[in-house]
C-alpha cells in the first residue's frame, strides 16, 4: 500500500454533525472513531464534554465547529463559543468564516472573525481550522475571480493565526437550476489550489464529497492533511481488504519464486 493505515487513520476527523443526531449517535460515533484510530471527531459545541469523557486515553482528539454551518455569529459569539468548547475538552477548533463580509470584501471584518476565534484557541493550546465553504464562492466576490478569492483568503487566515485552512463544511448547498440542494465539496483543483496559497506551516483539510478510501488518498496526494468524513469504517475496512489482498498477493509471488529455485 501506498500509505500505511496510520497515515490514512490519521487524516481522518470522524464527523459527528448532523442536525438529527442524538446521543446516542454522538456515543457510537466516538466509539467508532476509537475502533479505526482517527485523528478526531468533529461535534457540535454542547456535545464537547461528554465526547472528551468517551475518548479519554484513546488518542482521539476531540474538536468542535464555532460559527457553524454558515459563519453568521457574531464575532465575540464566536469567541465565547471557542471559549467554552476548549474548557470543556476540545483541542481542535473549526470556525466558518462571516461568507458575506467576505464577498463583500470587508477583509478587515473577516480577519478580525478569524483572529478573535484564534487568539481565544490558541490560549487554551487548541488549533484551529478555518472554513471558507468554496461551494458558494464558485464566481468569486469583492472584484475577484474565484481562484483569487480563496488564495486572498488563504494568505488573510494565515496572517490571522489559522493552523488549517478548510474546504467546506459538508452542509453548504447550493440552489441548482432544477430547484433541488446539492454541493460539490472539497474538489482536487481547491486543495490544490490551498495548498499552494499558504506555507507550510498551515496545514489543508477537505470537507465534503471525499466518500472512499481512493478519495482520501488523493486527498493526501494533493497535501491535504485532514478530511472530514462520516464514511469512515467504509474506508478503513477497505483499506485492511486491500493490504490483505496484497499481503496475500505477495505470499503467493514470493512462494512462486521459491518453486522456480526448486529447478521446475
Known amino acids: 500500500m501506498k500509505y500505511s493505515y496510520a497515515d490514512?487513520?490519521?487524516?481522518?476527523?470522524?464527523?459527528?454533525l448532523h442536525?438529527?443526531?442524538?446521543?446516542?449517535?454522538?456515543?457510537?460515533?466516538?466509539?467508532?472513531?476509537?475502533?479505526?484510530?482517527?485523528?478526531?471527531?468533529?461535534?457540535?459545541?454542547?456535545a464537547v464534554k461528554r465526547a472528551?469523557?468517551?475518548?479519554?486515553?484513546?488518542?482521539?482528539?476531540?474538536?468542535?465547529?464555532?460559527?457553524f454551518p454558515h459563519g453568521n455569529s457574531a464575532t465575540e459569539s464566536k469567541r465565547y463559543e471557542t471559549e467554552l468548547a476548549c474548557r470543556d475538552g476540545a483541542s481542535?477548533?473549526?470556525?466558518?468564516?462571516?461568507?458575506?463580509?467576505?464577498?463583500?470584501?470587508?477583509w478587515g471584518y473577516v480577519s478580525n472573525d478569524v483572529r478573535a476565534v484564534c487568539d481565544e484557541?490558541?490560549?487554551?493550546?487548541?488549533?484551529?481550522?478555518?472554513?471558507?465553504?468554496?461551494?458558494?464562492?464558485?464566481?468569486?466576490?469583492?472584484?475577484?475571480?474565484?481562484d483569487d478569492f480563496k488564495r486572498k483568503l488563504c494568505v488573510l487566515c494565515e496572517e490571522a493565526g489559522a493552523d488549517w485552512v478548510k474546504t467546506s463544511s459538508g452542509y453548504g448547498f447550493v440552489k441548482q437550476a432544477d430547484g433541488s440542494y446539492n454541493y460539490k465539496g472539497a474538489t482536487e483543483h481547491d486543495l490544490a489550489l490551498m495548498r499552494a496559497s499558504v506555507s507550510p506551516r498551515v496545514?489543508?483539510?477537505a470537507a465534503g464529497g471525499v466518500r472512499d478510501l481512493d478519495g482520501l488518498i488523493r486527498v493526501r496526494d494533493l497535501g491535504g492533511s485532514r478530511c472530514g468524513a462520516t464514511a469512515t469504517a467504509a474506508m478503513m475496512d477497505e483499506y485492511r481488504?486491500?493490504?490483505?489482498?496484497?499481503?496475500?498477493?505477495?505470499?503467493?509471488?514470493?512462494?512462486?519464486?521459491?518453486?522456480?529455485?526448486?529447478?521446475?
Do not use: W
Open 8 to 16: 490514512l487513520a490519521k487524516m481522518i476527523d470522524h464527523s459527528l
Open 19 to 46: 442536525p438529527t443526531m442524538t446521543d446516542q449517535d454522538l456515543e457510537d460515533g466516538c466509539r467508532l472513531a476509537a475502533k479505526y484510530h482517527v485523528a478526531s471527531v468533529c461535534i457540535k459545541p454542547y
Open 52 to 67: 472528551s469523557e468517551l475518548l479519554q486515553g484513546t488518542g482521539v482528539l476531540v474538536g468542535a465547529v464555532i460559527g
Open 92 to 106: 481542535e477548533i473549526d470556525m466558518v468564516i462571516n461568507i458575506g463580509k467576505a464577498l463583500g470584501g470587508d
Open 121 to 146: 484557541a490558541h490560549r487554551h493550546g487548541a488549533k484551529v481550522k478555518v472554513i471558507f465553504e468554496n461551494d458558494y464562492l464558485t464566481k468569486g466576490g469583492a472584484g475577484l475571480s474565484s
Open 203 to 205: 496545514q489543508v483539510k
Open 241 to 264: 481488504r486491500r493490504e490483505a489482498a496484497e499481503a496475500a498477493g505477495g505470499a503467493e509471488e514470493k512462494k512462486s519464486g521459491q518453486l522456480g529455485a526448486g529447478g521446475y
